[in-house]
């Protein structure tokens, strides 16, 4: 024997014989007290947690502007010994903007990496592939130190020793049609010296630490 279908129950809280109901009412007091209550949690969460993750991703998505700015003119420079150039990274923040880059000519004897061979100069970031404190070039051991935490890198901005996870990043170069040196963006360079977007100090990018620490969206070489 077919079984009899369920009539409709009716969206009347007095027909449904809730005890409290009201005529003609379809939500229980109860039920639109506790979603009330609910949706206002939710609306103070949101008023906390948005502004939050706005404030903690929206730099990762911010359009990193190129700039061009002048080192000096070509004879500042030399082919063994890095010339220490103030130059402004980040506009706008005043002197908090500004960093120390290392810079000499192209030595074809010294960089012979294949990534280097269209690079008029050669210009290095101060600061440190570990936690990025400032490294200083000392001429008479040819190498850069960290004296924070003891990372040392070679001429060519290798990791030679300490607990950096990668060489110093580098700079694009370029001569400009004054016959002035100019240092454009930043890129970050593996343990071979090939060429990668940004990473922050800490992030290794040999093997598959390229992909454990891609670089933002935002950021180009």
């Known amino acids: 024997m077919a079984s009899q279908p369920k009539s ?7 027909d449904r014989l809730i005890p409290g109901a009201f005529e003609g009412e379809t939500v229980t007091r109860r039920r639109f ?8 949690g939710a609306i103070a969460a949101a008023s906390f947690v948005l502004p939050t993750l706005a404030f903690a991703i929206g730099p990762i998505f911010k359009e990193t502007e190129h700039r061009w700015e002048v080192a000096g003119p070509q004879d500042l420079f030399n082919e063994y010994n890095y010339v220490p150039v103030d130059v402004t990274v ?3 923040i005043g002197e908090i903007g500004r ?3 290392y810079v000499r000519k192209h030595n074809d004897k010294i960089d012979t990496d294949k990534y280097d061979e269209n690079t008029p100069y050669i210009a290095i970031t101060s600061r440190c592939a570990h936690l990025g404190c ?10 850069f130190i960290c004296p924070c935490h003891g990372g040392v890198y070679n001429l060519l901005g290798e990791r030679v020793a300490g607990p950096p996870v990668r060489p110093l990043d580098r700079f694009f170069t370029r001569v400009n049609k004054e016959g002035l040196v100019e240092i454009g963006p930043r ?3 593996n343990s071979e010296l090939r060429r990668f977007s940004p990473r922050d100090p800490g992030e290794p ?7 454990l620490y891609p670089s933002r969206p935002s950021v180009r070489i």
């Open 8 to 14: 409709p129950q009716s969206r009347y809280t007095a």
């Open 33 to 40: 007290m506790t979603g009330t209550a609910h949706a206002a």
């Open 90 to 92: 980040t506009p706008g």
């Open 99 to 101: 960093t120390t880059i």
């Open 134 to 143: 400032s490294v200083r070039w000392v001429d008479a051991a040819k190498r």
């Open 187 to 189: 890129f970050s360079v």
């Open 205 to 211: 990018i040999d093997g598959i630490g390229q992909y």
